[in-house]
């Protein structure tokens, strides 16, 4: 024999162990235990268990269960004997109990009388009621091993076929309703879920301190750190409704108010989630104070003369209104779109004289001056009458013309708002608060309104220097005054209005004056001769 052929003895081995492998698995007679209705039942609830034949190969005629159960969790109510097989032919069980079994055992019987059956059905079912929870499970059970009655198939030859395993039904009796925020209980066998109010967990990324109330869990509004981006010009949100309504961050851009960290910006404010600022033209921002509007009882809105000067002589003129508040006598003016490369600024109201200052914008274009104190504006400039819009055309001296202005409508009520007249304080009236403004600044005159060419040291303001057209007077015939009661002035019947006059008027009205006032005065030129050619000429 050639050693590639195989024995015949070999080749049939080989054709069994094919058929052995490709067999089916034939059906095996069971007698099983099957819960009706799922695994899970609550205290007070009905449980029905079936007592089930299946995968019968040869007739039976009988059959019989020892049944095991927990007495404490159930109680047996009634069992219902079937009738009918899954085919739907009629079956005529007969049925038997045994008794005196201690609680938690029951057997049940059953016959055909003068037949048999091959049909898998139901053959009994039996009703408990479920009195208390187990811990965890718990079963309906098959003993195999029962003294009086076996659990078994009997066939019609009476030979028994026993279960292969002592076959269970296994449930779940519980008052757990899955919901943490209630405290389940058994009460007079029947499940009781109360509200709780432990700590819980929503699930919800928006909310936190999560606790039952009213039997659901729910937080607080709450903004996680990880919603903070660190951004200010982006709201930091938490959106309850996003992610399927389990939260998420959300950070939308805001328009709030914002610092850009550039100096030389202003109105800074959120644009698209990022701060900036406007670059305002040059600007010269002015704290101004007058020295004579310190007894002022109320804030008090006066007009300020202002010139820039470009070097050689571009001028820009301007006037604007600052309120004076009564409680500081301070006030300020903003002055925007400045010329970058102008050189002085004079400042000037309606009873002041005009004081000088260096432009010196800083590298934003802006500069703060400071005119208050030591360097307030000083009052008592009050010599022409004719107004321009409630401006008092001036000529920048304090002198005897002023000192005129003031006694001829001495205790005289004025409008305090105008520039006209000789109210320096504001109160309504030229009268006593007024004359110590003149005496004290008696002879003095403005600064230029600018020194183009000419140095100032340390760009702060210009001494007091004789700038201006003509020298104060000291003395001033009668009849060239064009004052109403001009004579009222000449106190000593002289012709003319001097400092003797007003030292004069001083003590008439009990009024004091500095007390260098009459050797400074008389140290003066003699007397000039006004000048009439124009209003503002003098």
């Excluded at 006066?302 to 006030?331: E, K, Q």
């Excluded at 309504?428 to 005159?445: C, E, I, M, R, Y």
């Amino acid at each position: 024999m050639k050693s590639g052929n195989k024995s015949p003895r070999f080749v049939a081995r080989a054709f069994v162990l094919a058929t052995l492998a490709t067999a089916p698995v034939l059906a095996q007679e069971t007698l099983s235990l099957n819960v009706v209705g799922g695994t899970t039942f609550a205290p007070g609830e009905t449980v029905t268990v079936t007592l089930d034949v299946s995968g019968l190969t040869t007739p039976i005629n009988s059959v019989q269960a020892l049944i095991d159960y927990d007495a404490t969790l159930f109680t047996y109510v009634s069992v219902t004997q079937a009738t009918t097989a899954t085919n739907g032919s009629t079956v005529n069980w007969t049925f038997g109990q045994l008794d005196n079994l201690p609680a938690g055992q029951m057997t049940y019987v059953a016959s055909l009388l003068g037949g048999s059956t091959t049909t898998s059905h139901a053959i009994a079912t039996f009703t408990f009621t479920a009195i208390a929870e187990s811990t965890p499970t718990t079963s309906f059970t098959f003993r195999a091993d029962g003294a009086v009655v076996k659990t078994k198939l009997v066939k019609t030859d009476n030979s028994p076929i026993f279960p292969g395993k002592n076959d269970s039904a296994v449930i779940t009796l519980t008052c757990d309703d899955g919901n943490e925020c209630t405290t389940d209980t058994v009460v007079s066998q029947a499940c009781v879920n109360t509200n709780n109010t432990i700590p819980c967990d929503d699930a919800q990324f928006c909310t936190e301190n999560d606790v039952c109330s009213g039997g659901a869990c729910s937080g607080t509004p709450f903004i996680p750190p990880s919603c903070v981006d660190g951004n200010g010009c982006t709201d930091d949100l938490c959106d309850s409704l996003a992610n399927a309504g389990l939260g998420a961050c959300n950070n939308p851009n805001n328009t709030a108010a914002c610092d850009d960290a550039n100096a030389c910006t202003e109105n800074d404010v959120c644009t698209g989630g990022v701060c900036a600022g406007t670059d305002p033209a040059p600007r010269i921002t002015v704290d101004l104070q007058v020295d004579a509007l310190n007894g002022m009882t109320a804030p008090l809105a006066r007009d300020v003369m202002v010139d820039i000067t470009t070097c050689p002589a571009t001028l820009d003129a301007r006037i604007v209104s600052v309120t004076f508040d009564n409680v500081t006598t301070t006030g300020q003016a903003v002055l925007d779109n400045v010329d970058l490369f102008a050189n002085w600024i004079s400042f000037k109201t309606g009873h002041s004289l005009s004081s000088l200052t260096a432009i010196s914008l800083d590298a934003c274009g802006n500069q703060t001056i400071d005119l208050t104190g030591v360097n307030s504006l000083v009052s008592g400039d009050w010599s022409s009458a004719p107004l321009s819009g409630g401006v008092a055309i001036q000529d920048d001296l304090v002198d005897v013309i002023d000192f005129s202005i003031l006694a001829t409508a001495w205790n005289a009520p004025i409008d305090p708002t105008l520039s006209a007249g000789a109210d320096a304080d504001g109160d309504g009236q030229q009268s006593t608060a007024d004359f110590p403004v003149l005496a004290a600044n008696f002879l003095k005159q403005s600064d230029p309104v600018d020194s183009c060419g000419a140095a100032m040291a340390g760009g702060g303001l210009r001494p007091i220097s004789g700038s201006v057209p003509y020298r104060p007077l000291i003395s001033v015939p009668v009849e060239q005054l064009d004052l109403v009661n001009a004579d009222w002035v000449d106190l000593d019947g002289n012709g003319i209005v001097d400092v003797d006059d007003i030292v004069v008027f001083a003590d008439e009205w009990g009024l004091e004056l500095p007390p260098s006032f009459p050797r400074d005065a008389r140290s003066q030129k003699p007397a000039r001769r006004i000048r009439r050619e124009a209003p503002d000429d003098r």
